[in-house]
Each structure stands twice: as C-alpha cells, then as structure tokens.
C-alpha cells in the first residue's frame, strides 16, 4: 500500500491509518531527514525481528535506531546524565544524526546488549515526527540502505513501493528521499567519537 503524506501539513486522517497499522504490528517504510527507513512500533517484537532478519541483522540483538519525538519521550528509555552530552544533543537534534547512548530498562528486551547502548535519533523530518507524537510512543528503524551503499531507486517512493510491496505493510511517499546516511555519533565514552560521517556537521 502507497499513501501520500506532505511535511508541511500531514493529513491527520492519513496519520491516524498509519498508526493504526503500527499498533496492529505492522511495518512501514518512511521518510526520515536522511535516507528512507522501514520500521515499526517499538512494542511489535515480530516485526522487529522480521526487519532484523530482512536486513541481514541478528534478530536476538538487532542493531537498529530508536526515533523519538522530542526530548522527553527521548528521556524516557536513555540515560544521560553528563550535561555536555546532552547539551550536544541539544544543538543537533532534531537534525541528521544517530547518537549512541546509555539505555535504561525502558528498553524492549530484544536492545538489552551487553553495552546497554542504544541509537537515537530525533530526524528534522515533520511526517515521521507527527507519526510518533500519533503513535505515543518511539519507532525502531532500520534504513533502507544496504552495506553502507544507497542506489537511486531508494530515494524514489514509488520505486521503493514496487521493490518492497511484498515486505512492507505500507510505503509512505513524503516527496524524493535523499541518499546520504546520518551522521553516527558514539556518546557513551568521555568524549563523543564520530564513528561514521554521514549527513550533517556536528555542533559542539
């Protein structure tokens, strides 16, 4: 299924089916500020497993990002107790990047690794965003990208509608994505680590 979202006004009709889906467990692809992602309600453990393994990713401990809303929904599953981490979260967010942090037990327990870190991110992207503030709660994403290359038909909806229809519940079309991945910072040391330049230059 294709339905069409606008970020500078987000049908709130449109909004509430794709929640819906969400909370049924289901899976979507959706624009971010960076590269197309698929991804579901933070709750719905078989989708996030069926992401896992559709990417290649261990399905016991998958490596995906949590999207927030705000910073207090972002408070309630992180840990950051340094005020200059959260000072540079701050700055850059919302915005292109994915910062590693300290997670808490807020966490479903499929994200509980043995570092208790997770990948946050707060993308300046209004469709996905309203999705959240909809849903109540984060979504677990993956981006469509695969083995850090991102071929064009990963930036046209429509393209990547035809691809994954067969995987995907629904495709939301929020406009031509782009093909640069996000910025990933690494907070969790006594100072932040870029451990892969993507979209975006970081604010200190």
């Known amino acids: ?7 500078e006004n987000p049908n709130i009709d449109q909004v509430r089916r794709v929640t819906w889906l969400l909370e049924q467990g289901g899976i ?10 698929m991804g579901c309600d933070i709750r719905a453990s078989r989708a996030i497993e069926k992401i896992a393994r559709f990417k290649g990713l261990n399905p016991a401990n998958p490596s995906m990002s949590f999207i927030f809303s705000n910073f207090s929904q972002l408070s ?6 340094d005020n200059d981490i959260f000072r540079l979260l701050k700055r850059n967010l919302p915005g292109p990047f994915t910062f590693i942090v300290k997670a808490n037990n807020q966490i ?7 570092k208790k870190t997770v990948g946050i991110r707060i993308p300046n992207n209004n469709i996905i965003l309203e999705l959240i503030r909809d849903l109540g709660r984060p979504m677990i994403t993956s981006s469509l990208h695969e083995h850090d290359d991102v071929i064009e038909y990963m ?3 429509e393209l990547i509608h035809e691809k994954y229809r067969d995987f995907a519940d629904m495709v939301i079309d929020g406009g031509y994505g782009g093909n640069i991945p996000s910025t990933v910072v690494d ?9 892969r330049q993507g979209l975006g230059v970081l604010e200190y």
């Open 1 to 7: 299924m294709l339905i069409k979202l606008y970020q």
């Open 28 to 37: 979507i692809i959706c624009p971010t500020d960076t590269i197309y992602a």
């Open 76 to 81: 309630e599953y992180t840990v950051i107790r």
């Open 108 to 114: 479903p327990p499929l994200f509980r690794n043995k």
């Open 155 to 157: 930036t046209d909806p």
């Open 187 to 195: 907070c969790t040391e006594d100072e932040p680590v870029i451990v």
